[in-house]
T-cell receptor, first 115, second 110 residues
């Protein structure tokens, strides 16, 4: 149980375009989902927290107009990187938290490369 | 501010050579301490949750322990497939957010 999927697993896009990443909890309902980014040889940095049906809460320094998060249902959250630039290239990982649970379960990650 | 420090940054072991990874933390109102395993290019895989000092959990060759200031991940007779980065994270202060350490990269040579 507690499986989280992400799609796509990798994506290459041109500078100035937008990219959408999906995160799904497959076998449980996720009241809260989290989005992280990870640079090479570094740990996970939390970008934002989203609760189903409400606006996401962004960490300090994360541009909410650039990283749009939608948590439309208890099993789906999306992260859209708008007007992507090469510095946005990174490994993006989502996690999901079930109701009443303490453990976050992570997706496999999405490798974004902006050229 | 919650902080997590993991040591060592990297550890090389021979197959069968047992050792321990350390996670020191400061947090207000610990709700849980978590251990994850991360393989290159993949998301973290959940291993353990520890809630209170004195608690221990085991899974195959791994055993996690918790005190009021630190947690240890003991690896007994490791195998090459145990090679990965092990991440420690804490949740506290009424928040659901995890604060991660930088991880320990474990390499087990055959």
């Amino acid at each position: 149980g507690a499986v989280v999927s992400q799609h796509p697993s990798w994506v290459i896009c041109k500078s100035g375009t937008s990219v959408k990443i999906e995160c799904r909890s497959l076998d449980f309902q996720a009241t809260t989902m989290f989005w992280y980014r990870q640079f090479p040889k570094q740990s996970l940095m939390l970008m934002a927290t989203s609760n189903e049906g409400s606006k996401a809460t962004y960490e300090q320094g994360v541009e909410k107009d650039k990283f749009l998060i939608n948590h439309a249902s208890l099993t789906l959250s999306t992260l859209t990187v708008t007007s992507a630039h090469p510095e946005d290239s990174s490994f993006y990982i989502c996690s999901a938290l079930g109701q009443g649970a303490y453990e976050q379960y992570f997706g496999p990650g999405t490798r974004l490369t902006v050229t | 501010e919650d902080q997590v420090t993991q040591s060592p940054e990297a550890l090389r072991l021979q197959e069968g050579e047992s050792s321990s990874l350390n996670c020191s933390y400061t947090v207000s109102g610990l709700r849980g301490l978590f251990w994850y395993r991360q393989d290159p290019g993949k998301g973290p895989e959940f291993l353990f949750t520890l809630y209170s000092a004195g608690e221990e959990k085991e899974k195959e060759r791994l055993k996690a322990t918790l005190t009021k200031k630190e947690s240890f991940l003991h690896i007994t007779a490791p195998k090459p497939e145990d090679s990965a980065t092990y991440l420690c994270a804490v949740e506290g202060g009424g928040s659901e957010k995890l604060v991660f350490g930088k991880g320990t990269k474990l390499t087990v040579n055959p």
